[in-house]
């Protein structure tokens, strides 16, 4: 009966890892895949022009 014990809590964290990265696929792309980007494009475009206008004044 103890390697019931011991083989359940393993078994428990498998099942929920499995549900969280089926639940990450799954909302992967889908309608909202393209405004993702587009603010992940803007964030990136602001730290690029932050970095080049610190240069920029180091020079």
């Known amino acids: 009966m103890d390697y019931v014990s ?3 809590p393993p ?7 499995i549900g ?3 639940v990450i ?6 309608a ?3 405004k993702e980007d587009a603010a992940v494009d ?3 475009a602001r ?3 932050a970095r080049q206008a610190s240069v920029g004044t180091d020079v």
Do not use: P, S, Y
Not at 25 to 30: A, F, R, S
């Open 6 to 8: 011991a083989l359940v």
């Open 11 to 17: 078994v428990v964290m498998a099942v929920f890892f």
């Open 20 to 22: 969280v990265v089926r």
């Open 25 to 30: 696929v799954k909302t992967q792309g889908g």
């Open 32 to 34: 909202a895949k393209a």
């Open 42 to 44: 803007a964030a990136l």
């Open 47 to 49: 730290t690029e022009g």
